[in-house]
Structures are given as structure tokens and as C-alpha cells.
């Protein structure tokens, strides 16, 4: 076997072709090529694997097991294409990517990240605006952003996800509370996704509870759990030292856990970009 065959991504495209049009006739069509050319690229493509891709089943003609695994690495090299042109394209592009964060993460790493991808392409204008979760759907949905970033209780929807992370409790180190007392709560916003996880805990655990502090700023909102306020529920990166996780043994209910989701315009090439390229950084701490 050559396993230093060249296979071009032509080749490659067009067995792909092959294999979603039902055929040699209707990706001919599709490709505007004469079939006999379509058949002679397939019959290259067996020649250069070392294998038969196809086998005559009736009158179609059906994947061979190489076939289906050949399958499956040819739209993972054409995704890959696509991916390094687009990232060269997006290193000189110029234009204005509109971004919403949710709150919970504004203040995370993900500025960071942001920052790393404006060096890197500098041509384009990132204009980042932040708001509740559910906020930043609807004004997707309104075209009022090509990029949304959002916390969400359950990973379903229309969005996609980027990560999960397990929500914990948070407090003093020195913190004492006694069961049946009421149990002080520090939250982010009234509609804070953490704050319904939360609430809906306490509720079912039958655990009475106070809010006793509230802001808008994620900092300030740990500098109250440091300072030994209260408790308030975010995720186990939360933690910077101060402050320690609290969980069963103290009495409090085991949170579920909450997704990073995220919707882009597929129309959008800097929002796709951007997409793709924040998958792969490190995760932001909500």
C-alpha cells in the first residue's frame, strides 16, 4: 500500500459528491462534469488509496467498509481546507464583528481571549456589548449581534455548546451556617442563571434562604463571598484561594451543572472564525 499517495482534495471533493447525491449521474450534474470524467476521478481515487471504495449493489452502487471510513476523513480534510482558507482570509479582513457576552462571563478570561484575537486580526473592529443570557438570544435573533456567548441551564436550543462546567457552592473559609437558620445568599442579577440553579436547589431541599447581597459586578461578587457574607453559587474556577467549596457535608444540595452556548452567523466569515478559533482556547472562568 502507498501511504504516500497524494490525494488532492478534487478527488476528495468530488467522492464526497458521490456519496451525498446518491451517484455518479447526479454528482455529475451537480459538479457539471461529464460522467465518464466523475467515474475516471473515482477509479484515481481507488488506484492512489489502494482500496475499493465503492461496491455494485443492484443497480447502485453502495460504500465499501473502506469506503465509509474514506468517507469520514475526506470531509474532515475538506473541513480543514476550508478552515486554513478561511483564517488566512480572516487575517487581512476588515469589517466590524459584533459580539454579546453574558454578564457571568464578561468579566472572565474571556476578555483576555479577545484581546488575543484582536492582535492577531487586527483589521477587524470588535464591538462587545454585554447582557442576560436570555437578552443576548432574542437580540441575535433580531440581528442585532453576529456572535453571542451565553450561560444556559440545559445544552438544547438553538444554540451550540462549548463547554459544561459543575456548579458549586461558594463561601468563607470560616463560614458557618447552621441547618434551619436562614442561609445568606450573595447573587450576580435577579435573572442570573446561577442565582435560578441556586434558588431551585434551596426550594427543593427545603432549605430556608435570604438574599443578602446583589450586584452587577462578578468581582464584586466574589470580593463579598472573601469578605464572608454569604454564600453564592458559580462554577469550581471561581475559586481564586479565598474562599472554599462547600457542598453535602454542610448541608447544601449538589448544583447541576451549567453550558457555555454560543450562536454566530454562518453568513458571517469573522464570526465563523471567531468560532472556530474559540473553541480551541482555554476555558473562561463564569
Known sequence: MNYSADLSTELLSTFVNVVENG???RAAE????TQSAVSMQMQRLEERVGHKLFQQSGRRKQLTPAGETMLVYARRMLDLQSE???A????A???ELRIGV?????ESNLTQELAV???QYPQILLSVDSGESSELETAFDRGEFDYVIYLSRVSVGAGEMLRTYQVCWHAHPEFQWTQGQLLPILSFSSRCVFRVLCVEALRQSDIPWREVYRTSSLSALISAV????GITARTSHAARGKTRILGENEGLPTLPDVSVMFQYRKSSVPASLFADWLKNRPPMVA
Open 23 to 25: 451517484g455518479i449521474n
Open 30 to 33: 451537480r459538479l457539471h462534469k
Open 84 to 86: 486554513a482558507l478561511n
Open 88 to 91: 488566512l482570509q480572516g487575517s
Open 93 to 95: 479582513m476588515e469589517g
Open 102 to 106: 453574558s454578564h457571568s462571563l464578561a
Open 117 to 119: 484575537f484582536a492582535r
Open 226 to 229: 472573601e469578605g464572608g457574607l
